[in-house]
């Protein structure tokens, strides 16, 4: 039995594919996807990016820029999807509101990816993140964590486990060649009776699979994803979030 939540804490979720290219691809390939993208996300632009190298020596800090490709940018009239074309990568983002993985994300990844495969000369990825972020408002301050998480702190019991800040970084492999990346931490709250955790969670995978082979591997991205959710929150905190058995 899985659980759904009438009001998801999620504030962003993205999938990053990164394609197995022996060069990257051309402004002018990236172009391409400008007219296919605009009748669903209409805010097209096209963006230079640069990067700055910074050289420390005995005549002081010395910075050049360098250049670092083209970035197709395409959002939806409300800003709440986009997907962006890079030299080497798609990276497709939902925002708030996130209906849910097999409501609509999962098909707005497919739909990008397969416009890409047929306009373009891309055929094998090399790695597919799945990210998501989620912002956890709590109704307490000082922070009882132990009411609202289902962990521990790793602290010494003579610390209290009442209130504090907290950032938490955790990496670790997965079975079926995932690796996952964790960031749990408190941010200051706009509400003084309230207290906010991000909880930032990327399941990614590497390897090398054609391009037929990333429905596959995104559902294998994705399927760790709720069961850690659901495993970090207390009965408390899930009632808080809606949940619902479905």
């Given at each position: 039995?899985k659980?759904r939540?009438?009001?998801?804490?999620?504030?962003?979720?993205?999938c990053?594919?990164?394609?197995?290219?022996?060069?990257p691809?051309?402004?002018?390939?990236?172009?391409?996807?400008?007219?296919?993208?605009?009748?669903?996300?209409p805010?097209v632009?096209?963006?230079e990016?640069?990067?700055l190298?910074?050289?420390?020596?005995?005549?002081?800090?010395?910075?050049?820029e360098?250049?670092?490709?083209h970035r197709?940018v395409?959002?939806?009239?409300?800003?709440?999807r986009?997907?962006?074309?890079g030299?080497?990568?798609l990276?497709?983002?939902q925002?708030?509101?996130?209906?849910?993985?097999?409501?609509g994300f999962?098909?707005?990844i497919?739909?990008?990816?397969e416009e890409?495969q047929?306009?373009?000369?891309v055929?094998?990825?090399?790695?597919?993140?799945l990210r998501?972020?989620?912002?956890?408002?709590?109704?307490?301050?000082?922070?009882t964590?132990?009411?609202?998480?289902d962990?521990t702190l790793p602290?010494?019991s003579?610390?209290?486990?009442v209130?504090?800040?907290?950032?938490f970084?955790?990496?670790?492999?997965?079975p079926?060649?995932?690796?996952?990346?964790?960031?749990?931490?408190s941010?200051?709250s706009?509400d003084?009776?309230n207290?906010s955790?991000?909880?930032?969670c990327?399941?990614?995978?590497?390897?090398?699979?054609?391009?037929?082979?990333c429905p596959?591997?995104l559902?294998?991205?994705?399927e760790p994803?709720?069961?850690?959710f659901?495993d970090f929150?207390?009965?408390?905190?899930?009632?808080?979030?809606?949940?619902?058995?479905v």
């Amino acid at each position: 039995m899985k659980k759904r939540y009438r009001n998801p804490p999620i504030l962003e979720a993205v999938c990053e594919i990164h394609f197995d290219l022996p060069a990257p691809l051309t402004r002018d390939q990236i172009a391409v996807m400008e007219a296919v993208w605009q009748p669903s996300l209409p805010d097209v632009r096209i963006n230079e990016e640069k990067g700055l190298e910074v050289t420390i020596g005995l005549n002081g800090v010395q910075t050049k820029e360098q250049p670092g490709g083209h970035r197709l940018v395409a959002r939806a009239a409300d800003s709440s999807r986009i997907a962006q074309l890079g030299g080497h990568f798609l990276a497709v983002n939902q925002l708030k509101p996130y209906s849910g993985w097999a409501e609509g994300f999962r098909a707005h990844i497919k739909e990008r990816l397969e416009e890409v495969q047929a306009h373009l000369p891309v055929q094998r990825v090399k790695q597919i993140n799945l990210r998501y972020i989620d912002r956890l408002d709590f109704p307490e301050t000082p922070l009882t964590w132990s009411e609202w998480f289902d962990f521990t702190l790793p602290v010494p019991s003579i610390i209290p486990s009442v209130g504090g800040t907290l950032q938490f970084h955790f990496e670790q492999n997965l079975p079926e060649g995932l690796g996952l990346v964790l960031h749990l931490v408190s941010i200051p709250s706009a509400d003084e009776d309230n207290t906010s955790v991000i909880l930032d969670c990327t399941i990614a995978w590497r390897g090398s699979a054609s391009l037929d082979e990333c429905p596959t591997l995104l559902e294998r991205v994705h399927e760790p994803h709720p069961q850690i959710f659901n495993d970090f929150l207390t009965s408390r905190s899930k009632e808080l979030f809606g949940a619902y058995n479905v």
